[in-house]
């Protein structure tokens, strides 16, 4: 059996391959769901088992979805062949918060997730929650993140956890090329994003690489990718129309991110 993971925000597992219908429905997979592929397609399906909570289900999703607008009438597999072990952990937190916060749904001054909010603050040793709304949470919701792959891999612990991206974005870039370093900030011709990477952006005023190297202090945002697709990317951070959400990323032809939406920088994941 092959270990593979939901590419797409959600995925239906069916319990037979064919017509769609409700009567065939089983579950809703979500975006980095592992599923194990139990056999060849058949018409398009691929069988799968997978967990669902903590219950085990098998069933049939779809190999490839049709095509949509962002991925120029190429159809997008449903699946993703694994990253490393690393990367994939971050994901794996990255989505335990977007699924924490029920998918994007769930708003930061609202129960419970205000409380969540705090626990990301209080991880960095500040008194915060999300009601306190007029201060940005975001790059705390990344040290959380990041923190929380750090229990299964100890590299991540060199990351610089702090209330403000500027200081780790600088922090990466200053450090790339380091074997100790669990990212490398690069420029966006230099590297194509991959699954677990960091999405650096300016936040109000444009911010160049140059100036992020040369400085730690400007209004900036990360967001963790965690599906790479032909034309885009798709990433989770938080602080997101407040809540911990997906933000899409434009790609050139050539593969790399375009610097669109304030984007300068690519974080690569060094962690291993």
């Known amino acids: 059996m092959a270990t593979m993971y939901v590419n797409v925000e959600a995925l239906n597992l069916r319990n037979s391959p064919g017509p769609v219908s409700p009567a065939t429905f089983k579950a809703r997979l979500p975006l980095g769901c592992a599923v194990d592929v139990t056999g060849p397609a058949q018409d398009g399906w691929l069988p799968v088992k997978t967990l669902t909570g903590t219950r085990s289900q098998a ?72 009601k306190d709304r007029d201060i940005p949470w975001s790059a705390a919701a990344i040290s959380f993140m990041v923190r929380d792959a750090a229990a299964r891999f100890p590299s991540y612990a060199g990351f610089k956890f702090a209330a403000a991206h500027a200081r780790y974005i600088h922090d990466a870039i200053r450090r790339a090329g380091k074997a100790d370093a669990p990212f490398w900030g690069v420029r966006l011709h230099e590297r194509m994003p991959e699954i677990g990477d960091l999405v650096a952006r300016s936040r109000e005023e444009p911010i160049s690489f ?46 790399f991110l375009q610097p669109s939406k304030g984007v300068f920088a690519l974080l690569v994941n060094n962690a291993s």
């Open 210 to 255: 140059d100036h992020a190297k040369a400085s730690d202090a400007f209004k900036s945002h990360t967001d963790i990718v965690v599906s790479v697709r032909p034309d885009e990317v798709l990433a989770i951070g938080g602080n997101v129309s407040h809540t911990v959400g997906i933000t899409r990323y434009a790609k050139t032809p050539a593969g």
């Open 59 to 130: 069933g049939f999703v779809k190999a490839l979805l049709p095509p949509s607008e962002p991925t120029g009438g190429i159809e997008l597999p449903s699946l993703r062949e694994p990253a490393g072990e690393a990367r994939e952990a971050l994901v794996a937190a990255a989505v335990r918060q977007w699924e924490r916060f029920r998918f994007g749904q769930g708003l930061e001054h609202e129960s419970p997730f205000y409380r969540y909010v705090g626990e990301m603050w209080a991880a960095i040793g500040l008194p915060h929650d999300g």
